[in-house]
Structure formats: C-alpha cells, structure tokens
C-alpha cells in the first residue's frame, strides 16, 4: 500500500468528462443541456438554467463540460461571491455586461448557490436578478436543493434541470474503466463493493477507488463507517423525535450499531434535543440505567440484560421526553469519538489540513472532516506499521502536499 507515488491529480480530476457525454447517467438532463449549448452558440437569447441534484453526481462537471465542448468561456462564482453584494455588482455585473475576451462567449456558473444560504445577503438577490435580466452570457446556477427557501426568487426566472443518481451499473463501469486506464488490478468484487457504498455518488466512488488503489483490500470495511453515521443519525431521530414506545425501540432492532456507541450518541445530545430540565433528568436517568445492564452483561456474560439496556436505551430515552424538543438542532459527536474537540490547536490544524485537501478530493471541508479524514487515518496508521514512517510521510507529502506535522495530525484522528 501507499507504495506509487502518482501525480498529484485526483481521480476525478483526472477522469472528470471534457463533454456532456462523457457525463454517466442523466440523459435527459444532458439533452438538455445540450440544446442549451446549441441556443447559445446560434446566438439565441436563452433562459437562465437551474441545475440541481444530489452531491457528487456531476452537476458542476456538466456545466464545466458544456462550456470546454462549446469554446465558452468560463466564469464561476462561488457562495462566497454572492454572499458579498456589492463584489457581484462591482465586479460580476459589468463582466455580464460586456463581450468576452477575444469576443468570446461566457458562461455564467453559480455554483453552489444554495450553500452557507443563511448567509445569503438580500442585497445580492437584486442583483442576481439584476444579472439575469441584463447579461449578454448564458448563465447557469447550480444547487442541491432546489427547494431551499433563499433560492425560490430564481424559480420563476429559470428553467430547471434535476440531475439523479446514475445507477449502479454506469457508475461500475466507470470505476472499471478508470481502474484498467490506471493500470491497476482490484478485483471486481471490490470495484461492486465501492459502488454499492457510494449509493450513486460518483465523486465519493472515484474518491473511494483511489483510496483502495493504495490500501489493502480489507481496509473496504473502513469505507462503510461513512455510512455508519447516518445509520447512527437516523436511529437518533427515532428516539429523540418519536415518543412512541415501540417505534424507539424498533430503531434498535433493525441496526446493529455497537449498543457502547450508541450510549455514548445518546448521551452527548440527550440536553442538546430535550429543552426541559424534568425531561433531560429523567433521560439520563434511564440512559444510566441502559449503560449498567450494558455493562453487566458484558461482566457477567449475561446477553439477557442488553434486552434491557436496549429498551431503557431507546423507548426509555424517548418517553422521558415531556416537554418540548428542540428539532433544529444537529446532532452533536460523543466526546470520546470527537478528536477535533482535544484543543483548538488540532481543530485549527485539522480544519487547515481539511481545507488543503478540498483541492484534492473536492468535497467541502466538513464532509473530509467527518468521513475522508478518519479513513485516512487508519491508512496512514496502517501504512506507518508496514512501511515505516519516512515512507508515507513521503507519499502524503508527493500526493497532497501535507507536510509530516499535518500527516501526523491527520494519524491521531479518528472515530475512535
Ligand atoms: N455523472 C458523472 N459522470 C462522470 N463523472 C462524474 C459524474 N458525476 C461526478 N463525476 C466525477 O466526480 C467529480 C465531482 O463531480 P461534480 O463536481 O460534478 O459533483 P456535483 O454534482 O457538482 O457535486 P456537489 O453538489 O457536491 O458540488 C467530477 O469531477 C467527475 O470526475
Ligand atoms: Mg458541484
């Protein structure tokens, strides 16, 4: 493992589609994109389009492709763009405005435009809607979620393209594509095992194929623990906010999530979700009585106890609410799977590590936080054992320009 030193191009840098139909899946959202392109190249006056969709599936890929494959010159803004209204009237307005350079045709990219949303400025909606009605360029705004309320003034103004999850077999033949382009040998059963976990999201395969090119085959089980923690996440939902018996308790039965971890969940976010004090005390108090029977049982080897853990757990948990519940919180990390909480050194050198690397795995920063970090880490450590550490310093220093500090910050992070 972590033995090629290959340049510094990820995976989806390097495979990412110079035309629309280098795109997977999503015909019809190629189609139409592709009728947009020839609008705007026989000079017609075209609405603005909304493309939206999950994460990883090509939405900024696509436009990003449509511009290359027409000759239109690309001008993508980011949500830090708009977020500021007078930088987009200073400077993206009058850019609108004006003919490309060489006479060349533009292409507008807002990309992202529903992100840090709560931040989104009143003032640059006018001006966007300023922008569409004055632009001598095509423009396309990019979201996830279309129906996200700081973004309902750019419904009636464009047309919308949905992209969707390509299916399983179109993201499995890429990744075999990609793999044999590589030259690399990693047996289709692990190719199958890296798409069912991706659920469609194509950047997280490639991500995901280019991980397990450098590591042991058995390190795909690491892979999973990012699915683990939505699994943790809705089983959190059902206890905190139903308040029904059984439907707590069934959370249980149909997860089998380590019942250690789940106190540990449940106990970090039981004064983060009840609002009353009668409500959070007697939370705990079922909680400390889950985590004594969990503990005799495994003392006593008595398994007839988790019976109890587990209800006390869940349905216990759930009916001790009585007040009112606080929805808009998000669920917080257990202390002791929270490593960024050590110091705010660590957080400040993790975010920063974090940020380096948006370069090169392209998911935002909280998403490499919470789950590519912790993978890495475990390679790392691995790798470190086999290799020695000058040897992987090496490698990380080669593929993601992290110096040995970083790697070692990177090597103490962890789930657990
Ligand atoms: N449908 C696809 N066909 C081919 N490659 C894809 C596809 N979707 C994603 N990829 C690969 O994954 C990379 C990331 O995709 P992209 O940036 O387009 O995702 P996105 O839909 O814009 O996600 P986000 O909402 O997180 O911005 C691309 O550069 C490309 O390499
Ligand atoms: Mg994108």
């Not at 280098?22 to 020839?38: C, E, K, P, V």
């Not at 390190?219 to 959190?236: A, N, P, Q």
């Amino acid at each position: 493992m972590l033995l090629f030193i290959r340049d510094h191009m990820s995976l989806c840098d390097k495979y990412a589609p110079n035309t629309l139909n280098g795109i997977i899946g999503n015909n019809f959202a190629r189609n139409r994109l592709a009728a947009f392109g020839i609008d705007v190249l026989e000079g017609k006056k075209v609405r603005p389009i909304i493309i939206f969709g999950a994460s990883g599936i090509g939405k900024t890929a696509a436009a990003h492709a449509l511009a290359y494959s027409n000759g239109l010159e690309l001008i993508e803004l980011s949500a830090s763009d708009y977020r500021n209204a007078e930088n987009l009237e200073k400077k993206v307005l009058p850019l609108a405005k004006t003919r490309g350079l060489f006479n060349k045709k533009c292409l507008i990219v807002f990309d992202e435009i529903d992100e840090l949303s709560s931040k989104f400025d009143s003032g640059s909606e006018k001006i966007i809607t300023k922008l569409m009605k004055e632009s001598r360029h095509p423009i396309i705004f990019i979201a996830n979620d279309y129906w996200n309320r700081k973004i309902s003034f750019l419904r009636e103004t464009t047309d919308k393209i949905e992209f969707k999850r390509p299916d399983s077999v179109e993201v499995l033949a890429l990744l075999e594509r990609v793999t044999k382009a590589e030259g690399k040998d990693l047996s289709k059963d692990l190719i199958i095992q890296i798409v069912k976990r991706s659920n469609g999201d194509v950047r997280a395969a490639l991500n995901d194929l280019e991980m397990m090119f450098d590591a042991d085959p058995e390190l795909i089980d690491y892979l999973g623990m990012r699915d683990r923690k939505s699994e943790i996440f809705k089983v959190l939902d059902k206890i905190f906010l139903s308040s029904n018996f059984d439907t707590a308790r069934n959370s249980l039965l149909s997860t089998d999530i380590d019942l250690d971890m789940l106190i540990n969940w449940v106990s970090q976010n039981i004064s983060n979700k009840y609002t009353s004090n009668a409500s959070i005390s007697e939370a705990y108090e079922n909680l400390s009585m889950a985590s004594m029977f969990n503990e005799k049982a495994s003392r006593k080897s008595y398994y007839g106890y988790l019976r109890y853990a587990s209800v006390l757990l869940s349905s216990g948990v759930s009916l001790s609410n009585s007040g009112s519940m606080n929805t808009m919180s998000q669920y917080a990390f257990p202390a002791t799977i929270r490593h960024l909480s050590k110091t705010k050194k660590d957080r400040d050198a993790i975010g920063i590590i974090a940020s380096k690397l948006t370069l090169y795995l392209h998911a935002n920063k909280r998403t490499i936080i919470s789950s590519h970090i912790p993978i890495m880490a475990m390679i790392i450590n691995q790798s470190i054992e086999k290799l020695g550490p000058d040897a992987v310093y090496e490698f990380m220093e080669q593929k993601y320009r992290l110096d040995k500090s970083e790697v070692q910050v990177i090597s103490s992070y962890g789930w657990s």
